[in-house]
């Protein structure tokens, strides 16, 4: 089989494609022929070394869709599967054109959802609806502030939010994200590069809940709350360092909740898929390219120019 590797650390021209050995399944494995998978930043950290991956050659790739290759576990050679939970846990793979995945990770494609939008959905729209719901326990009629409205996550959340019957602000770099916001459902964009976001959203009314992408803005998400808020930490695209101001934060009573490694529950993945086959949410799709085209992926995304996700197709 195909797979888009890199041999040594260094910037995306490393990434090539070689002819692989096909993976062998374990006795609970399927083999999923992989279709799409997406780039996220995780790759990029993996490619020129800032996350050791450990061993060399390594394959990318946190997520894949693709169909199930032989009749086994209750699956049928054909049926279309997201593979992403199954992959993420081992830090990478989409990148090859067959993986070997536990068949309990497995889940179907609902009919009407493309294998873009499949994949596209995968990480993205499990950490937006964990962080909403799960921990953010984001309820009708609430008010959140979701950072980095433009990215995977952010641009997802905001329409889980709007579903939910939710009144949304988010941030964008320019004017041109802001219009592609407010299409998406955002009631409030705030150029976070010209204007102070937590005073900005604080003067239209706070909020109840903030998903904090960036981290090193934590004292403007503070200053976004209303009292007994919850703030729920799932990214740091800013850096690691935050200061803030704790006798806002005493005095708001507001609560902040860590999300590492942030993953909702299978039944919720299928009710995300539902949600995309029934047109009620649909993940963004910035570019989509052959994954020979892997380097110039993660050009883009390095890039920060973009809305939305990049999905890679295997030929």
């Known amino acids: 089989m195909k797979a888009v590797q890199f041999e040594q650390y260094g910037d995306p021209e490393v990434l090539q494609v070689y002819e692989v050995t096909d993976p062998i399944p374990g006795p609970s494995d ?44 209750g699956f049928h050679a054909g049926e279309r599967v997201m593979t992403t939970r199954a992959i993420a846990a081992k830090g990478g793979g989409g990148y090859a054109s067959k993986i070997a995945a ?24 499990s950490t937006a609806w964990g962080a909403l719901f799960d921990l953010g326990h984001l309820q009708a009629g609430e008010r959140v502030l979701i950072w980095a409205g433009a990215s995977g996550v952010g641009s997802i959340a905001i329409q889980f939010a709007k579903h939910a019957g939710c009144w949304v602000a988010t941030t964008a770099s320019n004017s041109e994200k802001a219009k592609e916001l407010q299409r ?12 102070k976001v937590g005073q900005v959203v604080r003067d239209a009314g706070g909020v109840d809940l903030v998903i904090e992408l960036v981290s090193t803005t934590l004292q403007a998400s503070l ?79 390095a890039s920060g120019k973009i809305l939305g996700k990049i999905v890679l197709l295997h030929s």
Do not use: Y
């Not at 200053?223 to 740091?236: M, S, Y």
């Open 102 to 125: 536990p068949a309990a990770d497995l889940v179907r494609i609902p009919g009407g959802v493309t294998f873009e939008e499949a994949v596209a959905a995968g990480l993205t729209s």
């Open 223 to 301: 200053d976004a709350c209303k009292e007994d808020a919850r703030i729920v930490l799932i990214g740091n695209l800013g850096g690691q360092q935050a200061t803030v101001d704790t006798q806002a934060w005493r005095l708001r009573r507001v609560t902040v909740i860590g999300g590492g490694q942030l993953r909702t529950s299978m039944q919720n993945e299928r009710h995300i898929l539902e949600l995309i086959a029934q047109k009620a949410v649909a993940p963004v799709i910035a570019h989509v390219l052959p994954v020979e085209q892997a380097a110039e992926a993660h050009r883009l995304l």
């Open 30 to 73: 399927m083999l999923v022929q992989v279709k799409a998978t997406t780039v996220n930043h995780l790759d990029l950290f993996q490619r020129d070394g800032s996350r050791p991956v450990g061993k060399l050659p390594f394959t990318p790739g946190l997520e894949a869709v693709g169909v199930v290759e032989r009749d086994s576990a």
């Open 184 to 195: 998406l459902g955002a009631d409030l964009v705030v150029n976070h590069l010209e204007q």
